[in-house]
């Protein structure tokens, strides 16, 4: 079962919940206020920048490219 993000249009609170792939297309209501107006939000753990990375790992290349061989 996949994790979503949910916010509550009502109270602005942000919630998470596991939601089975038949029920993906429901809307949970809040459990801070038990409203039924809830929108799923992008998360960001699983979304991708193209700036900088500060992981210290290089953004470019081959695998091979920096290891000095001939």
């Known amino acids: ?3 979503y993000e949910f916010r509550c249009e009502s109270c602005g609170e942000r919630f998470e919940k596991l939601v089975r792939w038949s029920d993906a297309e429901q ?3 809040c459990p801070h206020c038990g ?4 929108r799923k939000l992008i998360s960001t753990v699983s979304s991708f920048g193209s700036g900088e990375s500060s992981s210290g ?7 091979g490219s920096s290891g000095g061989f001939s």
């Open 1 to 3: 079962m996949p994790l």
């Open 27 to 29: 809307k949970p209501h």
């Open 35 to 38: 409203g039924e107006e809830t």
């Open 57 to 63: 790992l290089s953004s470019g290349g081959s695998c």
